[in-house]
């Protein structure tokens, strides 16, 4: 899958995990979102399933701070919107909260859903923490990667006791 970064240049550059991916060629830098690119999007009214893997043909992280997020995100982007379910941050800024993931999580986590899992694994490899990510959402990226609609989330995130989480 193609992976591609629309990059805002607002963190620390020697933490950023966009600017790490796109040096090393594993996503390209872009300017302008094409109409089959899926933007991930927190603010969505959409989960990503695993069907949406028909419809895309990239996708799309948009690097910014999660400080300035709600700023970023309020642009109208071309694309298909999605937003990831609740995953845990394995990163070492942002550890277990859930869905404060830095870019790189976000693509791992959309790769595994739409069942590019070595992708996700190989991405998660240049990251000295990545193997915490997965660790700690193995379980949910299985489920997530076999939901056939968004419905099933919630009853997920109840068995996992981490729906009062999501829900505050």
């Known amino acids: ?65 999660w400080n300035l997020a709600d700023k970023a995100f309020s642009k109208n982007f071309n694309g298909i919107k999605r937003k990831l379910p609740p995953l845990l941050a394995g990163n070492p800024l942002n550890y277990s909260k859930l869905s404060k993931l830095t870019t790189v999580e976000a693509f791992a986590g959309s790769l595994f859903i739409l069942g590019f899992k070595e992708q996700a694994l190989s991405l998660l490899d240049k990251f000295k923490w990545g193997h915490t990510f997965y660790d700690l959402n193995k379980n949910l990226l ?14 997920i995130l109840k068995d996992y006791g981490l729906l009062d989480l999501f829900l505050r």
């Open 1 to 65: 899958m193609k992976l591609q970064i629309l990059m805002f240049y607002q963190d620390d550059p020697k933490k950023c995990t966009a600017a790490k991916m796109i040096k090393f060629g594993l996503a390209q830098n872009i300017k302008k979102i094409g109409s089959k690119g899926m933007v991930l999007d927190p603010f969505s009214d959409k989960f990503l399933l695993p069907k949406d893997k028909s419809v895309i043909h990239s996708i799309v992280g948009i690097d910014c701070s």
């Open 142 to 155: 299985v489920e997530y990667s076999e939901l056939e609609s968004e419905d099933q989330i919630e009853q």
